[in-house]
């Protein structure tokens, strides 16, 4: 007897959201949205939502919500949204000391509840996160993927489209490269059906549209005040009909690299042939000197992310040579405290309903926000003082402004204002 298809969707945010319509729609299988136990109320009125919806729209797919990783157990395919959106003025990277744990968390439960599955990772910095799931978990290199290229390749097909006056259907492009300021649009080789989209755009608007590439996502947070998630979630769920429909699509996506492009080791984005059996194939293609300066540039950038993951995770320098920087110093710091940072909103959650009053509860969150600015300080500083004094009274500046920054999310998780996977860390 044929078996539904099962996909578990790991936060039941925007994008989580989103990704379960799209899913349920394209009638791909029955989704699971997955939220912290504090959320899953929420996940679970979200569900209802989207099921009555399948009345009006006419697709035939079950969605449940639900606080229990036991819920997920043999799903065919895994999407990870959890984590903390980006803010205006945030980076990607800025997001790691507080979504690594989260990760981690992700990956064990995974490893545990649902290990045949194909992994979507879509979490921020996405290209260090989508390496520490595979590493935490030790899954299948081919079976982890993250998406980045295929949003970016959009984003760059968009502004080509409409630079040149043509229909979107027509262009044909790919950005590779790390999910960052650094990505890498592949110039020689983008197309307007077949024809070289160089001999539609001058060169100066070129230039302006990689950059604008680059900083498409930022351009979105500055706009809405939080992280893009319709482009977002349908570029993850076309990564997923292609395994679970065997459709060998030729995308482009961060995959584990073992030599490809002149690099090992690393997941970075580049063009794959996403089929049944997961990531089957990656495709070299010939690049100019520019754009492998650029790649260069951009696998460097990833590189320095993952080397303080590789840090926190095994309490020394990463092993693949070459200094840690004064950067990835602090940014270890602040890797090292994220459970801490990441546990207080689950204990002020829990405070807040057993009192039932708002006044006690926002005097706990000031004391819980005082008491972690002076002990992030004094630790960081501590773990920090062989950097020297500068780097010291750095760290305690912007571990302040962590600190401060934990206290306005608790007031938000207090409100009901906050993504409901924002407190999911509790690795």
């Known amino acids: 007897m044929a078996q539904r ?82 803010k205006p003025g945030q980076s990607r990277d800025d997001l790691v000391a507080v979504n690594l744990p989260i990760i981690r968390d992700v990956a064990d439960n995974a490893k545990k509840h649902c290990p045949d599955a194909f992994v979507v990772v879509i979490s921020n910095p996405l ?19 993250g998406m980045a290229g295929v949003l970016d390749s959009a984003r760059f097909q968009l502004f080509v489209a409409r630079a040149a006056g043509v229909s979107i259907k027509d262009v ?6 790390g999910h960052g300021d650094d990505m890498v649009p592949i110039l020689s080789q983008t197309t307007i059906n077949g024809v070289p989209a160089t001999q539609f755009i001058a060169k100066d608007a070129l230039d302006a549209i990689v950059k604008r590439t680059r900083g498409g996502g930022g351009e979105i947070v500055n706009l809405m005040g939080t992280s893009a998630y319709y482009a977002p979630a349908s570029s993850a769920v076309a990564m997923a009909e292609a395994y679970l429909s065997d459709q060998k699509r030729l995308l482009a996506a961060a995959c584990w690299l073992t030599g490809q492009y002149g690099y090992k080791d690393i997941y970075m984005g580049v063009p794959c042939v996403i089929g049944g059996k997961g990531v ?8 100019n ?15 320095g992310i993952v080397d303080v993951v590789n840090k926190s995770a095994l309490g020394r320098p990463s092993s693949r040579g070459g200094a ?14 994220a459970r801490y940072l990441a546990r207080t909103p689950a204990c002020s959650s829990t405070t807040l309903r057993r009192s039932g009053e708002r006044s006690r509860a926002s005097r706990r969150i000031t004391f819980s926000s005082a008491y972690l600015r002076r002990s992030i300080v004094s630790k960081a500083s501590s773990s920090l003082r062989s950097c020297g004094a500068w780097h010291a009274r750095s760290t305690r500046s912007r571990s302040v402004h962590a600190g401060t920054s934990a206290a306005r999310n608790l007031v938000s998780a207090s409100s009901g204002e906050s993504s409901p996977v924002e407190a999911a860390a509790r690795a």
Not at 66 to 74: Q, V
Not at 280 to 286: D, F, R, T, V, Y
Not at 289 to 303: C, R
Request: hydrophobic share 45%; glycine share 10%.
């Open 289 to 303: 000197d520019d754009e492998k300066a650029m790649l260069a540039k951009s696998a460097a950038s990833v590189q």
């Open 127 to 145: 290209d260090a996160m989508v390496y520490e799931f595979q590493r935490r978990a030790g899954w299948n290199p081919n079976m982890v993927a």
């Open 5 to 86: 298809r099962k996909i578990g969707v790991i936060g039941a945010g925007n994008i989580g959201g989103e990704l379960a319509r799209l899913c349920a729609s394209k009638e791909l299988g029955d989704v699971v949205m997955l939220d912290i136990p504090a959320k899953e109320s929420f996940a679970k009125g979200k569900a209802l939502d989207l099921e009555q919806n399948s009345s009006v729209i006419g697709y035939d797919a079950s969605i449940t919500g639900t606080g229990s990783w036991a819920d997920l157990a043999g799903a065919d395919v895994v999407i990870v949204t959890a984590g903390i959106p980006r």
């Open 324 to 337: 840690v920087s004064t950067e990835a110093r602090r940014r270890v710091a602040l890797v090292d405290h």
């Open 280 to 287: 089957e194939k990656i495709i070299e293609l010939s690049l």
């Open 172 to 177: 044909r492009a790919m950005v590779l490269g």
